[in-house]
């Protein structure tokens, strides 16, 4: 059973920092963060090729959040300067392959059960 773990959510204020952590029970070749706030589709957010250490950011958090690798199981999201927007329950996800060309939903096969950052303005 592949599992994934979140910690690292919470409350800040606007401008302020978190950081996500995902432990997964493997070693996956790609990893990932997602966030979803109501009413609006999950959306990626930030993804990790393991081999490589390549990145990939959405438009919309380019330059604030950085994507990193801990151990070969672990990967955390730092999160500067959040914004109000940034508000969404935050979820790690897999996939035993590689990152290239995975930006939605259905490109991953393993997802945790997600962390909320809440960001006041």
């Known amino acids: 059973q592949v599992q994934l773990v979140e910690s690292g959510g919470g409350s800040v204020e606007a401008g302020g920092s978190l950081v996500l952590s995902c432990v997964a029970s493997?070693?996956?070749?790609?990893m990932g963060w997602f966030r979803q706030a109501p009413g609006k589709e999950r959306e990626q957010v930030a993804r990790?090729?393991?081999?490589?250490?390549?990145t990939y950011y959405a438009d919309s958090v380019k330059g604030r959040f950085a994507i990193s690798q801990g151990n070969a199981n672990t990967v955390h999201l730092q999160m500067n300067t959040l914004k109000p927007e940034d508000s969404a329950m935050y979820y790690c996800?897999?996939?035993?392959?590689?990152?290239?060309?995975?930006?939605?939903?259905?490109?991953?096969?393993?997802w945790g059960q997600g962390t909320q950052v809440t960001v006041a303005s």
């Open positions: 990790i090729y393991t081999s490589t250490t390549t």
């Open positions: 996800a897999a996939v035993r392959s590689t990152c290239l060309g995975r930006v939605r939903p259905p490109d991953f096969d393993y």
């Open positions: 493997y070693s996956p070749l790609c």
